[in-house]
């Protein structure tokens, strides 16, 4: 394993958005390893690998990431299973990375806690824009938690606490990731109205490309699976729409 900073030229540490903040990438194809750790490194984070689930576990233990790239295929055990311990220890915000085009495999990982995901083969442009994009998230949600907010919005059974980032159903907690929790708010913000998938991607994921748009489906799904599936509505070829209560 290695742990590495970027520095300039003369030597001191880059002034750059990723600086000191740490990235376990866990994948066991030295070749991806290398290319994801490069840019990584040329963004200025801190980086350490890991090569198979049970070495992945131990690292973020020990090493305290903020972030793991996470594969789903590793020896050991896989990366599912790396998501669910390592989320049992401590929230940290992870990206999945799957060779596999299978939603079943995306809403899985999504269940076990990652809050993201990319199919082989990925460009690491996409992929140091998701990280940046997630670490973004968390600073917002640490804010968020500290910032007096309007209280509790109710829209019939639907609970949603901005100050504790809580969601209840019918007085019942219901676990969401950050991400599905950040994606909840956007569609509460106005409901019953529809807002586009390329909208959704700008807001919660703060990426413009619309080649996203698939993860914004599968997370959809996701939600749909812990609050509801009859509260939000798919409206074909342009979005979705929070469902709420008639008056």
Not at 43 to 63: C, H, M, R, S, Y
Not at 96 to 124: H, I, N, Q, W
Not at 155 to 178: K, N
Request: aromatic share 4%; with cysteine; charged share 25%.
């Amino acid at each position: 394993m290695e742990q590495t900073t970027h520095t300039s030229h003369n030597g001191t540490a880059a002034a750059t958005p990723g600086a000191q903040r740490r990235v376990l990438v866990v994948e066991d194809d030295p070749t991806i390893v290398d290319a994801i750790s490069a840019r990584l490194r040329a963004e200025g984070f801190l980086v350490q690998t890991a090569g198979d689930g049970p070495a992945a576990v131990d690292t973020a233990e020990a090493w305290q990431p903020d972030l793991l790239i996470l594969d789903v295929m590793l020896p050991g055990f896989d990366g599912l299973e790396v998501c669910r311990r390592v989320q049992a220890q401590r929230p940290v915000p992870v990206l999945m990375l799957t060779a596999r085009d299978d939603e079943t495999d995306m809403l899985v990982g999504l269940g076990v806690g990652a809050d993201d995901y990319m199919t082989k083969p990925f460009s690491m442009r996409e992929l140091a824009a998701r990280v940046h994009v997630l670490l973004r998230r968390v600073e917002r949600a640490a804010l968020a938690a500290t910032t007096p907010r309007s209280g509790i919005l109710r829209l019939g059974e639907l609970e949603i606490d901005h100050a504790q980032r809580r969601v209840r159903v019918r007085s019942e907690d219901v676990h969401l990731t950050p991400t599905e929790f950040d994606l909840l708010v956007c569609l509460a913000n106005t409901p019953r109205a529809v807002l586009s998938r390329e909208q959704l991607l700008a807001e919660v994921w703060d990426w413009a490309d619309a080649s996203g748009t698939r993860t914004v489906d599968s997370h959809i799904k996701a939600l749909r699976r812990k609050i509801g599936a009859e509260r939000i509505r798919t409206v074909h070829g342009v979005g979705y729409a929070l469902e709420t209560p008639t008056p």
